[in-house]
């Protein structure tokens, strides 16, 4: 088994031996991969390597905003324009590629990010304890007019939320949001009279200039705010394996002036570049399969900017890359193929996948059980599993399962669910 450790955006892996008190001992500081037996190495590329890479491409380090800029991927070796799409109805025009902050360990990323033309950021009030909030805030301090700055806070009463808000700004060290997002809102939550108070509130009081949510609901949600006429944005799991109704529902909330923001865009497969084509077992192309990924979803003009998780110069690279680029022939072929093999080894719950056959008699809801799975297993990041997995109600967690000899939920992609569960067992109980 290979462990791999996350730090200063580099990832390290080790050999471990299989002992599961082992496994259980390290599982909140290390993220274990079960699935990829080869040896595993991510090249490390810092932010100096990242600018005089980029210098040498002819790179100008500006940031005037609106301006298209040429930027410089080491991956494809190609100049690439950083294209920019209208936010709805918000004026902004967006870069098609944001940057998901929610996992990030300095201010470098940050930076190079915006000196690359990247202009779309968005956190959240919990990812990484406020962390991220904090470290972005200390960019904010001299980049605030630089960027469109979008921030999430979860539901609660109104005097905790808007606690939340005020502790949001200040970590942010701004005054005023560009977009405040209601973190993962279900249907019931938007046609509730505290948080629309809420919202209405911080927008009046100039905390905010826009309001939106974020959803896993693919159906309901994204008819209400169309309903509603009150929100500005939705941010949705869009990506390879969302079934085509969520690409209408898309649509109607674009037409009717709704900014949308695509998330999960890469399927919650893990990030470092070498594997992928370990999983194929053939070699790679001329772009990544993330970067495929990627291509696919902003081939959908419904869709502003994207908000893939960025925590590696190597990312960076990898993801400005797409900008403008259609996706080939081959390069859909490869696509296809990839996938095949991503369904069987990670959940689409959140890509609107409900095809689990079968129902647990104790109530665990294993899609769910698996989204938080995927934080660690595809992201890397085993705060954010925690973080997501403490959300869920009690019914749902991974003491509620006996491990039964004959679980009846069955995975129509193939997922080995009983494997799923012992990961969760090894990372939260
Ligand atoms: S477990 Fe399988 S069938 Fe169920 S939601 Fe996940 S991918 Fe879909
Ligand atoms: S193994 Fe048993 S308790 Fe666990 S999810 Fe399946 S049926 Fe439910």
Redesign the pocket.
Known sequence: MEIIRIEDSIIYTYKTGRSPAYRKAIACAFVTIFTYKGELKVAKTNRRDFIRQGLAAGLAFTSTGMVSRKTYSAVSSNFTRVVYRDLGSTGFKASEIGFGVLHITDTSLLHAAIDSGINYFDTAHSYMNGKCEEILGKVMKTRRNEIFLTTKIGRGRQGKMTRDIDTSLKRLQTDCLDLLLLHGAGYDNLKNDDILRVFDTARQQGKTRFVGVSTHDLEKVPDRLVESGFWDALTIPYNYFSPPVVAGKIKNVRDAGIAVIGMKNLITIPRPRKPFPNIRGDKSGEITNQQALLKWVLENQYIDTVIPGISAFEHLEDDIAVMGEKLTFGERRQLRRYSEKARSVYCQGIAGCTGCSGK???G?E?NELNRCVNYAYGYGSVELAIENYRQLPLSSRVD?????EE???VCVNGLDLSDN?RKARALFA
């Open positions: 647990c008699p104790k665990v294993i509620t399962c006996k491990e039964c679980c009846p939920v569960i």
